[in-house]
């Protein structure tokens, strides 16, 4: 038993996932109170430099060709040894595709509570997950002795879990990975040929808000008024009134433009987590408790029907002139 | 003395002429019977049962009106006049050749002056099936409108009634080529052309040879028709008037039949012949494929995949390729639901009803069509939009995916407080529906409407968060289920109120609440809310003193108009408010639907770059010159007429209102001035 | 071939959720639960699975208010059979659950179990990773597709930026799902309604619910607007002035 804090390290084909550097950081808040050290604990094959710019006290590095590609019983099989052994304090998971997979399973194999949707630690240990869409937090202590946490992003900066020390790595014997019930088969590429959300400077977001397809025509043509790109969240996508190259979300694209124009979004942490980088968030929602709102610089009820059309002939007019 | 001569000029050499023609049209007739039967037992040993013999009296007073005086078919004056003329002509025909029939076998009648009249009323109806076959031909070659099915059938059948009528002037002519009587002006037709044979200079018996020819070739068209009648165009003589006959009683389209349901009851869907009423499968040979129903279609107009035309004429031609099989083997019909009737033409109906008013033998086009949507809902065959509001109206009781404790947000800002009925009895319970309560276009005039009745002292209610979508639509959908849903949750709780009558923001909701809710034996009274503006301005309870004095026109919802026969009430409130009405050409019973009704305003619009019907009608408003606004009494029309301005680029020419808020600014500015 | 979809409720986000006077819990009052909507897309997924491959489909829910509706709608969609696990879940955990779901899911010796990826209430993990460790089998979450052949399933799962991953899983397994490969169809009510004159719910009693594993609340609330928006008020010409005023400020314009 210790008072280490874990984090177990996402990447994927040979990129750090930013959820990794958000729990470094939640870390680092959290072990100005238990007093532990901070532990990044990297799974993969021949993918030590990976551990280069983590904000980390040390690297426990466990290499094996198995764990070249994410397989959740490989996960599994390494952390439940290594988790079980050294106890430590708090054992932090992304969760996305991949932490969500391994801290449920290790919760039950293990014996240890797990905590999910944690946003944040508050300044005393406790962890605050936002849950129902953002819509409500809950707080409580951290289960102890040992607790298994999944994190969501938005509650910490990435750069704040990157260093530009490179931290000490160990190496950890990996326990025997055969008869692996889970494996990659293969990857398939998103579509290509479609412009890149993620690049694009001026994105224009629709949601379940805008209601039906036809409403996109409004959305298009701001779009193109303001010279930017309509993308969408899951429930859009799912309809296929945009392509899937188009989708901001967990598992859609993270975006980074300068504006972020988000109609008919409630602001689910799902869609949320992905458009936090954004330089200025201006969201229409005629729900004023939507949770977009308390992200977004600038919100208003307008109803986008009433809105959207207006607004694209001011801005027409705006170019115009 | 004028006699008529039985036979004239036919030789006795084999007989008497009489068994001939007798023998001969017994003949034709009996074939005419068989042939028809072997269609006409189609409708009923395939289609299901439905009994419509009640109100014999109503049927035979259809019966004279649609298919002997024929006032649909009239109801557009070219075609009207084109085919009353020779139908008329027909039917006097038919009546006079009985009469010689009388005559020469039973009672000598025809002597005389009844002869001369005979042949004068005879000889003229000649002129009006000219006028009525020439004006025909012209349509038909030169005019080609494109409603028309321009096929040989239909061109054949003209060509042979042309012919038994020339055939028939021709024997006459040349039998008075041959008599010269002293009576023969009162034949006038057939002296003239009389005139031209004895003109020729020929013989008596040669004039008399020609005489037989062309008797023997009259008597054999006539033959030739009867026996190909129940094969060709000319069906519709039969099947037009039957259909009249077993026609719907109730309002003509305002309360629809519940899913029907075999022995074991297991609902029956309309996806093949089989799940066809008989009538319906009637309605399919009645049709004369005379289009007005495709010119009056919305949909169509808009390019819509829907010709309700085609619908009816693909029960026809399914019945003719399957049902001879259906009868010999119990064998399942081939589908008729998205094969021989798309998806997409049942799904652009917006169930406005102009089809079936215009239609000149009442065939019930929207009934088959939500017969048939209720197959397709029941296999899950909606489209994405369609299946949230569906799914919305089964969760949340408004089709807005919004909380029932919203529905009454917009009476927030209301002073005094509106009643809730569920506590308190009132004179009206106001069923606000859905969009006029959820809609945030619409909220504001919904709150000018509860203030004009505080305003008018009217004693009102609503049902709050109890209130649920009244179901009209999504009956129309083909959603029967949720519609019996929302029925019994909405009766539940009236149930339990107390009120005198019910008025409705909504005309969708009006039509289902006045005509369905009480089919299950649920009477009360529904209006309107304009009926009841109406009432209350004529009873001196809203008085409005100022005159808006602006040119307005008005456009008849579908529901409350065409289905309910609300025409007057809105006119006479408009008046009182000042305003100059100018119609539009479409206006009452004609109204142009806005394209939103039937559950279209939950589905998908496919955007192509046709005009929707929206914007068709605004356009009709906004061509009518002086014309600044466009007066609706529906929220489903003010949010498609709205939108409609916008997209057709029609802003600043004209504003669409509702008639609520032409009221509510005539008792502003009373305020201001008083 | 067996497949069992396990089902949960989560309470409707389209009402305004409170926390009731205990601090630590949602207020029922004013709560209306709906079927998760990664859950209704498992259904779909197995319904799909069904008409492809001809497996038996089961359907289990826990025992709460308006489970009955689920099931039967599931049903006239497809389903085979239909399990509903009795015993109090109101305000149980998904350890809780998933202990009982899985001892009455291990009965049904399922090749394939599916369930949603997520639940909008999840605090301790989600249901379906639970329930795979309960019942021994392995787990793959996100999932947007599954095919099936003897003895594996190979299963889309969604990364971030569109990426999939198609990942083989020894059968049996537990399979999260994401979306199916369809959007959930439309049942109508008349066929739910004539499905509840036909179809019969079995119900299983489930050992003592277990709930540990899972986090102790000591305070539930609503997000404070700590950085809530700047908002923009007005009639819509006044807002869309505005903005285009905002779009100068930021030099898109």
């Known amino acids: 038993m210790s008072q280490d804090i874990y984090i177990v390290v996402e990447h994927l084909r040979g990129q750090v996932a930013d959820i990794s550097y958000v729990m470094l950081a939640a870390a680092r808040e959290l072990s100005k109170g238990t007093g532990g050290n901070v532990v990044a604990v990297l799974l993969g094959h021949e993918a030590q430099s990976l551990a280069g710019n983590l904000a980390a006290d040390k690297v426990l590095y466990i290499d094996h060709p198995a764990l070249a590609d994410f397989s959740s019983d490989a996960y599994q099989k390494v952390l439940s040894v290594l988790i079980s052994k050294e106890q430590p304090r708090v054992t932090l998971f992304g969760s996305t595709s991949i932490g969500t997979d391994i801290a449920s399973v290790l919760s039950i194999r293990l014996g240890f509570p797990l905590v999910s949707s944690c946003r944040s630690f508050s300044t005393d240990g406790k962890f605050v997950s936002q849950i129902c869409g953002g819509k409500i937090m809950a707080e409580g202590e951290l289960p102890s002795p040992t607790a298994l946490v999944t994190m969501v992003p938005g509650g910490y900066k990435p750069e704040q879990g990157q260093s530009a020390q490179a931290p000490a790595v160990t190496q950890v014997e990996s326990p025997v990975l055969d008869a692996l019930r889970v494996s990659l088969a293969k990857y398939i590429e998103p579509e290509a040929g479609d412009i890149d959300i993620a690049k694009e400077p001026i994105l224009i977001a629709v949601g379940r808000g805008i209601q039906n397809q036809d409403n996109l025509e409004l959305a298009n043509s701001l779009a193109e008024a303001l010279g930017g790109v309509v993308c969408g969240s899951r429930p859009v996508i799912d309809q296929g009134w945009l392509a899937t190259s188009r989708l901001v979300g967990k598992s859609g694209k993270h975006v980074k433009p300068k504006i972020y124009l988000a109609m008919g979004i409630s602001g689910a942490p799902e869609h949320t987590e992905a458009i936090t980088d954004s330089d200025t968030i201006i969201a229409i929602n005629t729900d004023p408790k939507a949770p977009i709102f308390n992200i977004a610089k600038y919100g208003t009820e307008s109803d986008i029907f009433d809105l959207v059309e207006v607004l694209t002939n001011k801005v027409k007019e705006a170019k115009g002139g | ?674 | 071939m067996n497949v069992a979809v396990l089902v949960k409720l989560v309470p409707d986000l389209v009402e305004e959720l409170t926390v009731d006077a205990s601090g630590v819990a949602l207020d029922t009052a004013w709560l209306r639960l709906i079927i998760n909507e990664f859950d209704d897309h498992a259904i779909e997924q197995g319904v799909l699975l069904k008409e492809r491959s001809g497996c038996q489909l089961t359907i289990v829910a826990p025992d709460v208010e308006g489970v009955d509706d689920l099931l039967f709608t599931a049903s006239a969609k497809g389903a085979d059979k239909l399990i509903k696990i009795k015993g109090d879940f109101n305000g149980v955990n998904n350890h809780a659950l998933a202990r009982a779901a899985a001892a009455v899911i291990k009965e049904l010796h399922p090749d394939l179990v599916i369930t949603g990826v997520q639940a909008n209430n999840d605090l301790d993990g989600s249901v379906g990773p639970l329930l795979a460790e309960c019942l021994g089998m392995p787990y793959v979450g996100y999932v947007s597709g599954i095919t099936l052949s003897e003895g594996k399933s190979r299963a889309r799962k969604e990364y971030p930026g569109g990426l999939i991953a198609e990942m083989d899983v020894i059968l049996p397994a537990v399979l999260g799902i994401q979306a199916a490969e369809q959007p959930p169809r439309y049942v109508a009510v008349s066929k739910v309604r004539q499905v509840m004159k036909t179809a019969s719910i079995e119900e299983q009693s489930a050992p003592a619910l277990e709930p540990s594993g899972g986090p102790t609340i000591g305070r539930m609330f609503q997000p404070e607007a700590a950085a809530h928006a700047t908002m923009i008020t007005g009639s819509a010409d006044e807002v869309a002035t505005k903005l285009v005023g905002i779009f100068k400020e930021l030099g898109v314009l």
């Open chain 2, 1 to 674: 003395m004028p006699e008529r001569v039985d036979f004239w000029g036919i030789p006795n050499t084999w007989g008497s002429p009489a068994i001939y023609v007798y023998t001969l049209m017994f003949l034709a007739a009996i074939i005419l019977a068989v042939r028809f039967y072997l269609r006409a037992r189609l409708w009923w040993r395939v289609g299901r049962r439905e009994a419509n013999w009640d109100n014999l009296h109503v049927r035979i007073g259809r019966l004279i009106k649609y298919a002997i005086v024929q006032t649909k078919v009239l109801g557009q004056r070219y075609p009207g006049v084109m085919h009353v003329a020779m139908a008329w002509a027909f039917f006097v025909f038919f009546l006079g050749t009985g009469l010689a029939t009388i005559d020469s076998h039973f009672y000598k009648i025809l002597v005389g002056t009844p002869y001369l009249l005979h042949k004068l009323v005879m000889d003229s109806f000649t002129v009006v099936f000219v006028i009525g076959a020439g004006m025909a031909v012209y349509r038909r070659f030169i005019q080609r409108p494109r409603r028309l099915t321009l096929s040989s059938g239909f061109t054949w059948s003209l060509i042979l009634v042309i012919l038994i009528v020339l055939g028939g002037l021709l024997t006459e002519s040349l039998r008075l080529a041959v008599e010269k009587p002293a009576w023969a002006w009162w034949s006038p037709v057939g002296w003239l052309m009389a005139k031209i044979w004895i003109s020729t200079g020929a013989s008596d018996s040669t004039l008399t040879a020609w005489h037989l020819g062309a008797w023997i070739a009259h008597l054999l068209i006539v033959a030739a028709t009867l026996i190909t009648l129940p094969v060709g165009t000319l069906l519709h003589i039969l099947t037009g008037p039957i259909n009249v006959f077993f026609s719907k009683l109730d309002q003509p389209t305002g309360r629809l039949a519940p899913i029907p349901t075999n022995a074991k009851g297991e609902p029956i869907y309309a996806s093949t012949l089989r799940g066809l009423t008989w009538k319906q499968l009637l309605e399919g040979d009645a049709c004369t494929e005379c289009g007005r129903c495709q010119e009056a279609c919305p949909a169509f107009a808009a390019g819509k995949p829907l010709n309700p035309k085609q619908v009816i004429l693909a029960v026809r031609e399914a019945l003719r390729q399957d049902g001879m099989s259906l009868l010999v083997k119990d064998k399942e019909p081939a589908i008729l639901v998205g094969e021989k009737i798309k998806d997409e033409e049942l799904w652009s109906c917006t169930t406005c009803g102009a089809c079936v008013r215009e239609c000149p033998v009442l065939i019930e086009h929207v009934d088959a069509i939500v017969d048939m949507r209720r197959y397709l809902v029941n296999d899950g065959r909606v489209d994405a939009e369609l299946q949230d509001a569906l799914s919305n109206l089964g969760r949340y009781g408004n089709s807005f995916g919004q909380s029932e404790r919203m529905r009454a947000k917009w009476t927030q800002s209301i002073q005094p407080p509106i009643k809730d009925v569920r506590k308190e009895a009132v004179e009206y319970l106001w069923f606000v529906g859905d969009y006029a309560s959820y809609h945030s276009a619409l909220t504001n005039i919904t709150l000018k409407t509860a203030q004009v009745f505080q305003k008018a002292g009217v004693n009102f209610g609503i049902l709050y968060d109890g209130e649920r979508n009244s179901g009209n639509d999504v009956r129309r959908v083909g959603e029967e289920g949720l519609f019996e849903l929302l029925t019994e949750k909405n009766i539940a709780t009236m149930a339990k109120c107390e009120y005198r009558a019910i008025i409705t923001t909504d005309p969708h909701s009006y039509n289902t609440l006045k005509n369905e809710y009480s089919a299950n034996g649920n009477h009360q009274q529904v209006l309107h809310y304009t009926e009841l503006l109406d009432q209350l301005i004529t009873a001196g309870k809203l008085q409005l003193n100022t005159r808006q004095g602006i040119k307005v026109t008005y456009h008849d919802p579908c529901y409350l108009g065409r289905y309910n026969g609300v025409y007057d009430a809105p006119r006479r409130v408009i008046e009182a408010t000042g305003c100059e009405l100018v119609e539009m050409p479409r206006h009452r019973e004609r109204t142009f639907c806005c394209g939103a009704g039937g559950g279209r305003i939950w589905m998908e619009e496919k955007s192509d770059n046709k005009e929707r019907p929206a914007e068709i009608r605004v356009r009709e408003a906004a061509d009518l010159p002086g014309v600044s606004t466009l007066v609706t009494a529906c929220p489903k029309d003010l949010v498609m007429f709205r939108d409609a301005v916008k997209t057709a680029g029609l802003e600043g020419k004209i504003i669409v209102k509702d008639l609520i808020e032409l009221v509510g600014e005539t008792l502003e500015s009373n305020e201001v001035t008083g």
